[in-house]
């Protein structure tokens, strides 16, 4: 399988640029370097598989297709692997008329001639040319120089001269060369110049200094990790790239975003983000090792054909030299030279000796901020790792241990609690890994690495039956490991795990600590909360377990989170009470997180009851609480996350995302970036896409995902996503997005607050499609899922969505009673929700006008105010676009060309395709353009003028708009199916829709039948 091309946008236009200049202004050379497997080859594959800009030159029209302007990822354009060994070579007459000509250099110990890529392009150009037309471009018809290589030219005249021989070749290579360019113009690439010949280098070098005439691009590729300081060809490259017309490229590792495209082009889906993550993190980047990995997943041993490319240097390393760089694979990516030095014995001298070979090579090199030495690519230390025998990684484990032991000081300051664990579970001793496990975990933890302690406890937990006296080793006994292993899991967001530690924690207690199960069933209870359950039951298991008199910290925290997640779950009059009650024993007990919790949850019922000032104002005082806790770290996040979410309800967005920045912020600080992290994160989406920031949203929304969040918070950034993808008019994205969200949000979760922008998002999505009955079926199902009368906030947009439907079914049952019934049926239905439907604060103010403007009881210049003054622009841009069709209706067509003219400003530059797709078309029906703001009162023309229509199509229109098959127009019109069809796509065409459904719901819009409707 050929390596997709994924993010060389950069490095193709450089090489676009080359070609151009080397065609307008004279022969250029690009020089491309780069460790094995970055994706040199497949970069220059790419640029010479590609029409280019030829100018004057080109001999046909031709279609370039669009230029993306982020990372491209396209499918493989040459065929079969890339090897290292004599390839095929290829000559290829590309559309814009140049030659693309490749010749690859052979391995060392290959057996071949001197030359062989020169070689290899004369051969294809003379055979492209022909032997009789390149003979006349040649001196003497190449007889004195390249007939030596090419026999075609005939037979060479006189034996080589030592002296002016190899001038004469030179000669023959260079004019059959600009001969040839003066024609049309040349791309020659040459592969693997780590490689190359001294012969090939010289000649090499000959033409980039003596090519003068236009229409030549050289193009090199070469390995630098197989470049040893002394290599000729650095100093050939180096002496190169001073000249004018040497461009040298060194494509970089990918970032993670460009890994996960690379993935997902090569497994043909979206990767997990876990899998992503962790393959970018052991390629560092690079494609070639990425994809071996996708290939063979992650978590197994490196790639036996990669491991043989990764060891091939090495192989050819003194046997010294070899030792001490399985020494270092051994302590790791970062070896320091004291602790390799304790680990081989050697001495300073000895040790600098033997690593002089590696270093010049590249396999190792010296860091610039540190005594120590760095692995190439880390997955060159792990194939030499791997290439260790069992007894060797053992011994020198066990060297490092020991090492460490006595002198901690041998790895950086922090670092050695895990290295030792590390080297004594490596060598085997189970007892001295136990022991460093423990002490590792603690480390972490007091560094806030949540993720690294609870790995290191796993390691507890899994020795622990292993060590004989392991409770009396640590002194502690082994529920203590459990439980900080739950309070690990669940600040590292995962949750699974936390789970079944807590049950596991629990089952063992027994009854015999009620406080410690109290504890362990809160834990429990959050942590299957992320998974999205209930999860009252734990709560309130635990709240049972404990005296109500004297308040206690224990009951109280249970209290606390009980409260809260009672609110979630819409009960807002027990959540009130239970909350009441733990600021009370918050407050009895000096408890700062007990109380910031409950001013937290009655901060949110503050809101749910309309009070919006109030709500922020205990918002507040739940983070200045927090603030001054000692055990506090989660609680602040979210209450500052809850403080951002008030004011975006509110409409204060610039707030908002000030607000849920900082609580990004104070997650990372404690270490809880993939759990509170992300939650704040994807609350903190919600502002910027209000405030028309969707570049930022997204880019915020990725990166939290990539973080492989609990499912609740990926659910809900999931959400948030696939409403950006929707307004900019990927559908397809939107719904990967919404199938994700709801695999979380199941009907079996109870947290029916988060369900509200789902079913929203899944209807609008439906309706974008043209999936009318979908979309009716999501808000069927919403209404009766959920309590639509009770959070106004997420209700209304809701709602709005079910308007926008029932207008839509109406367009498409002008002639069908009953589907005419349905569509009555659902707007009187959603008409009756709204108003039983409170109203607070601007944000809902402005849903409520727009949910009357569609509904008909109101004006779209109404809606457009209010969102104007909460400055949500897509939301301004949409009443824009109505409020402008009904002034063209009412003959205003100065209002509604200044109407238009905004909208398709602010749909412009958010990106909106598919509004700025409706815009264009209303612009073209109503005859609006920038132009005609100030032109007289619209004269409503003939439909058939107005639209492009002839009649017959116009009465075709109608019966497609009355929901008629081409079969049934067909009858009804006396013609053919066929003329039937061919009527409907000349009318899809001409209104520029994609479909019949799209067809009907415009003809409605526009009451082209009104006048037959009664």
């Not at 497949?42 to 993306?68: K, N, Q």
């Amino acid at each position: 399988m050929a390596m997709s091309f994924v993010a060389r946008d950069a490095e193709l236009d450089a090489l676009h640029e080359a070609f151009r200049r080397a065609r307008e202004a004279g022969p250029v050379t690009v020089l491309v370097g780069g460790e094995a497997g970055i994706g040199k080859s497949r970069l220059v594959a790419e640029f010479a598989a590609r029409p280019r800009d030829t100018g004057p030159r080109d001999t046909g029209p031709r279609d370039t297709g669009p230029r993306d302007t982020g990372p491209r990822v396209t499918g493989p354009r040459v065929t079969g692997p890339r090897v290292t060994g004599p390839r095929d070579t290829a000559l290829r007459d590309e559309a814009d008329g140049a030659w693309v000509l490749e010749g690859g250099c052979l391995e060392p110990g290959i057996d071949g001639l001197a030359y062989a890529p020169h070689v290899m392009i004369m051969r294809l150009l003379v055979h492209r040319l022909g032997a009789e037309r390149a003979a006349r471009l040649l001196p003497g018809g190449g007889r004195h120089g390249l007939a030596h290589w090419l026999p075609v030219l005939g037979e060479p005249e006189g034996d080589p001269d030592p002296v002016t021989g190899r001038t004469r070749l030179f000669e023959d290579v260079l004019a059959l060369l600009e001969g040839a360019a003066a024609e049309r113009p040349l791309i020659l690439i040459f592969e693997d110049l780590h490689w190359a010949d001294p012969s090939s280098r010289e000649l090499l070098a000959f033409l980039v200094r003596n090519l003068t005439r236009p229409g030549v691009l050289i193009v090199g590729t070469y390995r630098t990790s197989d470049l040893a300081d002394a290599d000729p060809l650095r100093s050939l490259v180096a002496g190169l790239v001073r000249l004018p017309n040497v461009v040298h490229l060194a494509p970089a590792p990918l970032a993670r975003e460009e890994v996960r495209e690379l993935l997902a082009a090569r497994l043909g889906r979206d990767p997990a983000p876990a899998l992503a993550h962790e393959i970018h993190r052991r390629s560092e980047g690079n494609p070639l090792f990425a994809e071996a990995l996708a290939d063979e997943g992650p978590a197994t041993a490196t790639p036996v054909p990669l491991r043989d490319l990764l060891l091939s240097g090495l192989r050819r390393l003194p046997e010294e030299t070899r030792q001490v760089v399985r020494a270092g694979s051994v302590i790791g990516g970062t070896v320091g030279h004291e602790l390799l030095a304790a680990v081989t014995g050697l001495d300073d001298l000895a040790l600098e000796a033997a690593l002089r070979p590696a270093v010049d090579i590249g396999l190792l090199r010296p860091a610039d901020d540190c005594y120590c030495y760095l692995f190439r690519h880390d997955l060159v230390r792990q194939a030499v790792y791997e290439d260790l025998l069992p007894s060797e990684r053992r011994r020198l484990h066990a060297r490092a241990g020991g090492a460490l032991d006595l002198d901690a000081a041998l790895v950086p300051t922090g670092r050695a609690p895990a290295a030792k664990a590390a080297h004594w579970y490596a060598a085997g001793d189970r007892r001295r890994a136990l022991i460093a496990a423990w002490r590792a975990a603690a480390a972490a933890g007091a560094a806030y690495a949540h993720p690294e302690r609870r790995r290191m406890l796993s390691r507890v937990l899994e020795l622990w039956e292993r060590v004989p006296d392991a409770a009396r080793t640590l002194s502690i006994d082994h529920v203590v490991v459990l439980e900080r292993g739950v309070e690990a899991a669940l600040a590292s967001g995962e949750a699974e795990c936390g789970v079944a530690l807590a049950t596991a924690a629990i089952e063992e207690l027994g009854d015999r600590d009620a406080s410690r199960v109290a504890a362990l069933l809160e834990l429990r209870s959050t942590l299957r909360h992320r998974l999205g359950e209930d999860a009252l039951d734990d709560l309130r298991s635990g709240i049972a377990l404990l005296p109500a008199d004297p308040p206690s910290r224990a009951r109280g925290r249970l209290l606390g989170m009980l409260a809260n997640r009672l609110f979630l779950l819409s009960q807002p009059a027990e959540a009130r009470t239970v909350a009441t009650e733990a600021l009370a024993a918050g407050r009895a007990t000096g408890d700062a997180r007990m109380q910031a919790w409950a001013l937290v949850t009655l901060a949110s019922l503050a809101g749910f009851d309309g009070d919006l000032d109030a709500s922020i104002e205990m918002y507040e005082q739940a983070v200045e609480v927090a603030r001054g806790g000692a055990d506090t770290a989660a609680v602040l996040t979210v209450a500052i996350m809850a403080e951002a979410d008030a004011h975006h309800g509110a409409g204060r967005h610039e707030r908002a995302w000030e607000l849920a920045a900082q609580s990004i912020a104070a997650a990372e600080r404690s270490g809880l970036a993939r759990d509170q992290g992300v939650g704040s994160a994807a609350h903190g989406a919600e502002p910027l896409v209000a405030l028309g920031r969707w570049a930022e949203a997204r880019a915020l929304i990725r990166d939290s995902l990539a973080l492989d969040p609990p499912p609740l918070f990926r659910a809900v950034s999931l959400i948030s996503l696939g409403a950006v993808a929707l307004a900019e008019g990927d559908l397809a994205e939107a719904e990967r997005a919404a199938t994700s969200a709801r695999a979380v949000l199941h009907d079996g979760y109870g947290g029916k607050m988060f369900h509200f922008r789902l079913y929203d998002l899944e209807a609008a999505l439906a309706i974008a499609q043209g999936d009318l009955k979908r979309a009716d079926d999501a808000l069927e199902r919403a209404f009766a899922d959920l309590d639509v009368s009770f959070h106004s906030r997420f209700a209304w947009p809701l709602l709005v969505t079910g308007a926008r439907l029932a207008a839509e079914l109406r367009a498409l049952a002008v002639r069908d009673t009953a589907a005419k019934a349905h569509a009555d049926a659902l707007l009187g239905r959603v008409k009756a929700l709204a108003a039983q439907l409170p109203v607070h604060g601007p944000v809902q103010v402005a849903q409520r006008a727009t949910f009357q403007a569609l509904t008909g009881e109101s004006d779209w210049d109404v809606a457009a105010k209010a969102w104007r003054d909460l400055k949500q622009p897509y939301e301004l841009a949409c009443a824009l676009w109505h409020a402008a069709e009904a002034a063209a209706e009412a003959g205003d067509k100065a209002g509604a060309a200044e109407r238009l003219q905004e909208a398709q400003s602010i749909a412009s530059g958010l990106g909106a395709v598919p509004l700025s797709k409706e815009l264009e078309l209303f612009a073209t029906r109503a005859r609006l353009t920038r132009e005609q703001s100030a032109d007289p009162p619209l004269a409503v023309p003939e439909d058939n003028e107005a639209l492009g229509l002839t009649p017959r199509e116009m009465e075709v229109l109608r019966l497609v708009a009355d929901g008629l098959s081409n079969r049934q127009i067909a009858e009804r019109l006396y013609i053919s199916a066929k003329t039937s069809g061919v009527h409907v796509s000349n009318i899809l065409a001409k209104l520029q829709v994609a479909s019949r459904t799209e067809a009907a719901a415009l003809a409605h819009r526009l009451r082209l039948f009104d006048a037959d409707q009664g």
